[in-house]
C-alpha cells in the first residue's frame, strides 16, 4: 500500500460507483416501467381497432353475399 493511501477510500469511492451504479438502474427501470405501460395501451387500442375491423370485414362480406344471391336469383328468373 502507497504512504497516503487508506483503505477506508478505497471501499468508500467504491461504494460511491455502486450507488451511482444503482441510481442509473433505478432510472433505467423506471423509464422501461413507463414504456412498457405505453406499449401495453398501444397494444389493447391495437387489439380493438382490429376486432372492429374484423367485424366490419365480416359485415362487409355478407352484404357482398347477400348482393350475390340476388344477382343469381335475378339471372334465374
Excluded: F, W, Y
Amino acid at each position: 500500500m502507497k504512504e497516503g493511501d487508506h483503505p477506508l477510500t478505497d471501499v468508500n469511492d467504491e461504494v460511491d460507483g455502486l450507488a451511482g451504479q444503482l441510481e442509473d438502474l433505478i432510472g433505467v427501470c423506471a423509464k422501461l416501467q413507463s414504456e412498457n405501460s405505453e406499449l401495453q395501451t398501444n397494444r389493447q387500442r391495437l387489439e380493438q381497432d382490429n376486432a372492429h375491423l374484423l367485424d366490419r370485414n365480416r359485415e362487409a362480406k355478407h352484404r357482398i353475399d347477400q348482393i350475390i344471391d340476388r344477382l343469381r336469383a335475378s339471372e334465374v328468373a
